[in-house]
T-cell receptor, first 114, second 110 residues
């Protein structure tokens, strides 16, 4: 199984600022995704992080708000831009490991926006 | 829009009992089915996956899939207090993207 490191693990941010979350995997992966879990809710897919190209966003999510980079097979970043209290959530990096077909999650980044 | 529905819960069972968790999905083209467990304040962890109709057993856990009825379930035998958590049903298509249900909270009473 892969070790997925996310940072920061938690942060408190001011309205209007931006925060970048990093995800590092210790294995080569075929797919990387970013999910959001709002308080008391299930997981919602934000986007698929594509290596070397623009991410593929799900309905309701846009690049200007959630820019994503994936410069190589094992690293990705998600930026939450111009934050508002509604962005308070847990953001989870998840991967599918090469040769497997199951989704594994990082520990998540808990953001609180004041 | 793909939907995954789970019983609203919460579900409470006594220690040693069988806990039955149910899930239905809307997309007949779904190919993979997963159960994740999420403890409070933690990220989801995979318990079981199933791809074919029928039952799949792993220790105290059994996943059941009926594609004709678009139904997947998870049975937990000999429930333990440590099984108390939120259980998320997830359904996938051909591209590894998963759609999650809202989850059901299970409480196992000692």
């Amino acid at each position: 199984s892969a070790v997925i490191s996310q940072k920061p693990s938690r942060d408190i941010c001011q309205r209007g600022t931006s925060l970048t979350i990093q995800c590092q995997v210790d294995s080569q992966v075929t797919m990387m995704f970013w999910y959001r879990q709002q308080p008391g809710q299930s997981l919602t897919l934000i986007a698929t992080a594509n290596q070397g190209s623009e991410a593929t966003y799900e309905s309701g999510f846009v690049i200007d708000k959630f820019p994503i980079s994936r410069p190589n097979l094992t690293f990705s970043t998600l930026t939450v831009s111009n934050m508002s209290p509604e962005d308070s959530s847990i953001y989870l990096c998840s991967v599918v490991i090469s040769g497997a077909n199951v989704l594994t999650f990082g520990a998540g980044s808990r953001l609180t926006v004041l | 829009q793909k939907e995954v529905e789970q019983n609203s819960g919460p579900l409470s069972v006594p220690e040693g009992a069988i806990a039955s968790l149910n899930c239905t999905y809307s997309d007949r083209g779904s190919q993979s089915f997963f159960w994740y467990r999420q403890y409070s304040g933690k990220s989801p962890e995979l318990i079981m996956f199933i791809y074919s109709n029928g039952d799949k057993e792993d220790g105290r856990f059994t996943a059941q899939l009926n594609k004709a009825s678009q139904y997947v379930s998870l049975l937990i035998r000999d429930s333990q207090p440590s099984d108390s958590a939120t259980y998320l049903c997830a359904v996938g298509g051909a591209n590894s993207k998963l759609t999650f249900g809202k989850g059901i909270t299970l409480s196992v009473r000692p």
